[in-house]
């Protein structure tokens, strides 16, 4: 393959400033979409008012005139012949110019027309007059000392000089299947369009290309994932699986049953398991969750269970004790406030094999931590390990199965691509006796109306969960803060009930402490930012009252809300806003997670939804999987048609491989 410095025109500087915009190769530069397009569409000079703007094309008709003036000011006066009439053009600073403005030249003036004195004075001169009625100039992202026109040349150059060389990702049979345009003509009318309509099609093409590749590499590293015979091979003795379930204390759901199937289903199997749990909150993935580790526990294997807080850990903690209350498994939490001590006595027991099971935060994938046999990994809340976290589990001999539990119903689009190299097993149904929770959107006016609700609940020994956006005021907001509200709270109802409060800045152990009281329902009220938005459990909590509503994300409600309704109480949520209601209506039209977060997505993006970590996952150069979800369910579809045509031979399907992941 040629490089990129072969391009004529690319020196060293050139190059260096490429690199700035990653563009290291030919098939970078050339796939160096613009981002937008200027559309100028022509006029008449009879169409255009006084001091309107104008854009007209026409031929140089005299020898351009060069005036210099103080200051290295300087302005080129010449006449344009012009479909619809002359008209003198004048232009400053672009001295430049003089010598391109040969009599006889097409170009396209942009500028102002001044109609007394007949003359356009020109903001821009583009050489080469409009084909069409319509020019479609491309727009790129430049850097500082590379223009729009150097990289518009530079693509071409590159084009002509070794369009052949660039390959098509795209098998020859889906190309004739849709009818597409090779890629050179396509890359050549996507940087040069003539018209809108070519433009679309051939959009359409390089998305599709796009999207084909990615959603290849995701369908072959899944099948090659399920070839491999790399996990654990083991027997899970199902009578004792079968008694630990009836010793729960309530039923599994259909779905529940489910998902533990499968799950059971890929610990045996020989090939890991790299299976994403997804269900609503309170939908009840954790004791799915517990129950796969004491499989994993049966077949004399090590677990692992990850939560991205202190707070959560300490909660699956104390849950997954009392479930295993009557088994002799040995248990241990280790986060970042756990004493050395302790620690070290931690580290030795996993090491020995002693520790049966681990619950903690980021702490287990510390170095130090070494696994005598290490069967399952879970993690909760979208919290997926990095590959490189993934190698930090050291473990002796064996890969353990990995499970991802998420309780932020991912839209399908997002499902595909981030996760679509998973197994998903989903919870849609919910515990029975749940009952729905009911939610109000309140004006600030009406804040007597919320206190009356709360009031009522806390006299009837339930507890409330209130949030608000910020903690502290900081410098000319009018908004809400946890500090405040606590003051409020107070007035209102402090003499009778206990007010605290936590969020994201306090140390770990105040708010362990305060949660630990908030679940005891030694605290009533519990004032909070978004920390406690995953994942945790007070079933006595009926209440959830969220400040300034409009600050959040759909999902984020969602999530918030599902902290309450959490028993067989009758449960409510009360968003308070004044503004941006058309969006929080949803909010009280809609409980199911899933319907709640294709519209966040359509309204947010997917940024929102996981935070922007994973955004580099999602850096399409031309695709939109949002806008382009149609394209990529079809991508999708011939990708995985191709893959298991076992015509294909392994070579050809090693190209297509190799060609996605160079694309990411
Ligand atoms: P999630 O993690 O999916 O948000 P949890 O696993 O925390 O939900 O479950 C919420 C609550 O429902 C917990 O108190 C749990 O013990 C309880 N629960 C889970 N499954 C069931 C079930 N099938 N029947 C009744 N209660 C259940
Ligand atoms: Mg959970």
Redesign the pocket.
């Known amino acids: 393959m040629t490089e990129l410095k072969d391009v004529k025109g690319v020196g060293p500087k050139a190059l260096s400033l490429l690199n700035k915009l990653n563009i290291y190769t030919i098939d970078d530069l050339v796939t160096h979409y613009p981002f937008r397009y200027d559309v100028l569409e022509r006029n008449d000079l009879s169409q255009v008012e006084d001091g309107e703007k104008i854009v007209i094309d026409g031929k140089v008709e005299s020898v351009p005139i060069l005036m210099r003036f103080k200051a290295g000011l300087n302005k080129i006066n010449f006449r344009l012949v012009t479909p619809s009439g002359v008209v003198g053009v004048s232009i400053f600073n672009r001295a430049f110019l003089k010598n391109q403005l040969t009599v006889g030249t097409g170009v396209t003036v942009i500028g102002k027309l001044d109609k007394v004195k007949n003359v356009i004075t020109a903001s821009e001169i583009k050489m080469g007059t409009l084909s069409n009625k319509v020019r479609i100039d491309p727009v790129y992202h430049c850097t500082s000392g590379l223009t729009n026109k150097n990289l518009s040349t530079y693509i071409n150059m590159a084009l002509l000089m070794y369009g052949k060389e660039i390959s098509d990702y795209i098998p020859k049979e889906y190309i004739d299947k849709y009818d597409f345009l090779n890629k050179k003509t396509a890359l050549n009318i996507i940087h040069n369009p003539s018209t809108a309509d070519k433009l679309k099609e051939v959009t359409i093409r390089l998305k599709y290309e796009e999207l084909f590749a990615f959603m290849f590499k995701i369908n072959y590293l899944k099948q090659q994932h399920k070839k491999e015979k790399n996990g654990l091979e083991r027997k899970i003795d199902r009578s004792k699986l079968d008694k630990f379930i009836n010793s729960i204390g309530?039923?599994?759901?259909t779905d529940?049953k489910q998902a533990v199937d499968e799950i059971i289903n890929d610990l045996e199997a020989g090939s890991r398991m790299n299976r994403l749990l997804q269900?609503?909150?309170?939908?009840?993935?954790?004791?799915v969750a517990f129950i796969g580790m004491f499989a994993n526990y049966l077949s004399g294997y090590q677990s692992a269970l990850m939560a991205p807080t202190e707070i959560l850990a300490m909660q699956h903690y104390q849950?997954l004790k009392s479930f295993l209350e009557k088994e002799q498994i040995n248990v241990e939490l280790l986060t970042g406030s756990t004493s050395k001590k302790e620690k070290q006595s931690i580290y030795k027991g996993l090491k020995d094999g002693s520790i049966h099971m681990i619950i903690g935060t980021h702490a287990l994938i510390q170095d130090e931590v070494e696994y005598s046999n290490l069967g399952l990994v879970i993690t909760d809340e979208q919290h997926r390990f990095g590959v490189h976290q993934r190698a930090n589990l050291q473990n002796k001999g064996v890969k353990p199965d990995v499970l991802y539990?998420s309780?932020t119903p991912i839209p399908r689009t997002y499902a595909l691509t981030i996760f679509g190299d998973m197994d998903v097993s989903t919870?849609k149904e919910r515990?029975?006796?749940r009952q729905k929770i009911k939610t109000y959107i309140k004006t600030n006016e009406e804040i007597k109306d919320v206190l009356a609700m709360m009031y009522k609940e806390l006299k009837s020994n339930h507890q409330v969960y209130v949030i608000a956006p910020l903690i502290e005021d900081t410098e000319n907001t009018s908004l809400v803060t946890v500090c405040k509200l606590k003051d409020q709270m107070k007035l209102a109802f402090g003499e009778r009930y206990k007010i605290d409060i936590v969020h994201g800045k306090m140390a770990n152990a105040a708010k362990d402490l305060i949660m630990e009281q908030f679940k005891n329902n030694e605290v009533h009220i519990l004032i909070s930012t978004t920390v406690i938005e995953v994942?945790v459990?007070v079933?006595n909590a009926t209440t959830m009252v969220i400040f300034d509503a409009e600050r959040f994300g759909l999902s984020t409600l969602h999530q918030l809300r599902?902290r309450v309704g959490?028993s067989s109480l009758k449960s409510q949520c009360i968003l308070i806003s004044d503004h941006d209601v058309d969006r929080l209506k949803i909010m009280e039209q809609v409980d199911d997670g899933f319907v709640i977060s294709e519209e966040d997505f359509k309204l947010r993006g997917h940024g929102d939804l996981f935070g922007t970590k994973q955004s580099g996952d999602m850096a399409f150069k031309i695709a939109n999987i949002r806008s382009d979800y149609k394209i990529l369910l079809q991508a999708k579809k011939d990708s995985k048609e191709y893959l298991l045509n076992k015509d294909n031979e392994e070579d050809e399907l090693k190209k297509y491989l190799i060609a996605s992941i160079a694309r990411g």
Request: hydrophobic share 25%; glycine share 24%; charged share 20%.
């Open positions: 309530f039923c599994l759901t529940q269900g609503d909150v309170g939908s009840g993935k954790t004791i849950n539990m309780a919870i515990p029975k006796g994942g459990d079933p599902g959490r």
